[in-house]
C-alpha cells in the first residue's frame, strides 16, 4: 500500500509568518500535486510538479520536489490569512488511470 | 469551474437503506472517479471510470457500487448503507495533467 505522510497535522500562526509543510513516502511517484480545500468544497489543485528536485514558486507559495521523487513541501512566506484551508499532497501513479494518492492532509490556520 | 456537480449535496439515511449519488460532468472528459474523505485518511479512491460501462476498484471499494451508462454521469450506489460509510464523497474528473473535484456529498448514516 503506497503511503503519504504530511507534517504537521495541525498549524496555527499569525499573519506575517513562515510556515512550511511536508509530504513524504517510500513510494516513487511520477508526479506530486497540492491541493488547497476549504470547508464545503472540493480540492482545488494549486501546482504539479513531476521532475525531481524541480521548484515551482507561485507568488509567495513555493513547491519542491524531492530529488528520488519521493517527497516534497511547501513553503508559504508571510502567510495571510487568505491563506487559511486545508493543505493536500497528491502523489501521481501516472499511466492512462493516473490514479493519486492523498495525503492527510495538514490544517492551517492563519491568525490576523 | 471544471463543471462537475454532486447530488444531492447533503443526505441523512438509515443503516440498511440504499443510497445513489450521482455526479454529472460537462466536460465530455473520459476518466471520473469517486472519493470518500474521512478525518486522519486525506481523500481515498473507492471506485473509477475510465470510458461508458467501463469501472474498475479503488483502494476502498467494498460496499460500494458504480454505473456509467452516459459520459456525463457517473453514479455511486452504497447498496445497505452502514455508518461506517458516513462520509463526505467527491466525484472528481481527469484533465490534462490533473484531477478536478466536484462540490462533495456530505452522506450521514444513522
Known amino acids: 500500500t503506497q503511503l503519504l505522510e504530511q507534517s504537521p497535522q495541525f498549524l496555527s500562526i499569525q499573519e506575517g509568518e513562515n510556515l512550511t509543510v511536508y509530504c513524504n513516502s517510500s513510494?516513487?511517484?511520477?508526479?506530486l500535486q497540492w491541493y488547497r480545500q476549504e470547508p464545503g468544497e472540493g480540492p482545488v489543485l494549486l501546482v504539479t510538479?513531476?521532475?525531481?528536485?524541480e521548484v515551482k514558486k507561485l507568488k509567495r507559495l513555493t513547491f519542491q520536489f524531492g530529488d528520488a521523487r519521493k517527497d516534497s513541501s511547501l513553503h508559504i512566506t508571510a502567510a495571510q490569512p487568505g491563506d487559511t484551508g486545508l493543505y493536500l499532497c497528491?502523489?501521481?501513479?501516472?499511466?492512462?488511470?493516473?490514479?493519486?494518492?492523498f495525503g492527510t492532509g495538514t490544517l492551517l490556520a492563519v491568525q490576523p | 469551474d471544471a463543471g462537475i456537480t454532486q447530488s444531492p449535496r447533503h443526505k441523512v439515511t438509515e443503516t440498511g437503506t440504499p443510497v445513489t449519488l450521482r455526479c454529472h460532468q460537462t466536460?465530455?472528459?473520459?476518466?471520473m472517479y469517486w472519493y470518500r474523505q474521512d478525518p486522519g485518511h486525506g481523500l481515498r479512491l473507492i471506485h473509477y471510470?475510465?470510458?461508458?460501462?467501463?469501472?474498475d476498484k479503488g483502494e476502498v471499494s467494498d460496499g460500494y457500487s458504480v454505473s456509467r451508462s452516459k459520459t456525463e454521469d457517473f453514479l455511486l450506489t452504497l447498496e445497505s448503507a452502514t455508518s461506517s460509510q458516513t462520509s463526505v464523497y467527491f466525484c472528481?474528473?481527469?484533465?490534462?495533467?490533473?484531477?478536478?473535484f466536484g462540490p462533495g456529498t456530505r452522506l450521514t448514516v444513522l
Open positions: 472528481a474528473i481527469r484533465g490534462s495533467d490533473t484531477q478536478y
Open positions: 513510494s516513487v511517484f511520477s508526479s
Open positions: 510538479v513531476v521532475t525531481g528536485g
Open positions: 497528491a502523489g501521481g501513479l501516472g499511466g492512462a488511470t493516473n490514479k493519486l494518492i
Open positions: 466536460e465530455n472528459h473520459r476518466y
Open positions: 471510470s475510465y470510458g461508458v460501462k467501463d469501472t
